[in-house]
């Protein structure tokens, strides 16, 4: 019954700011690694940041120095945090469990950058 759900998406102007929550439930949050991707309809999903069960934070370079990913384990919830944000950002954000020999998806929420 793993479930992945990610809020705190909807539409910015350029510059703007939001932030991403995925709120996991399941499995035992603190033993696995997280991850947010994002996709343009017709692109390929897109890596944006991982998050390790040690705290070792991995960003796409687009995003470095503009995006935040943390993770409250008390809370079993994933956060991204968004700033300076650019029209190119626009995507479907999702949040990813990452486990062996596969994985589980968010449902994913849009981020629209637009003025």
């Known amino acids: 019954q793993v479930q992945l759900v990610e809020s705190g998406g909807g539409l910015v102007q350029p510059g703007g700011s939001l932030r991403l929550s995925c709120a996991a439930s399941?499995?035992?949050?603190?033993?696995?690694?997280m991850e947010w991707y994002r996709q343009v309809p017709g692109k390929q999903r897109e890596l944006v940041a991982r998050?390790?069960?040690?705290?070792?934070?991995y960003y796409t370079e687009s995003v470095k120095g503009r995006f935040t990913i943390s993770r409250d384990n008390a809370k079993n919830t994933l956060y991204l945090e968004m700033n300076s944000l650019k029209p190119e950002d626009t995507a479907v954000y999702y949040c990813f469990r990452d486990r062996a020999g596969g994985g589980d998806w968010g449902q994913g929420i849009q981020v629209t950058v637009s003025s």
């Open positions: 399941g499995f035992i949050f603190r033993i696995y690694a």
């Open positions: 998050i390790s069960t040690g705290g070792v934070i």
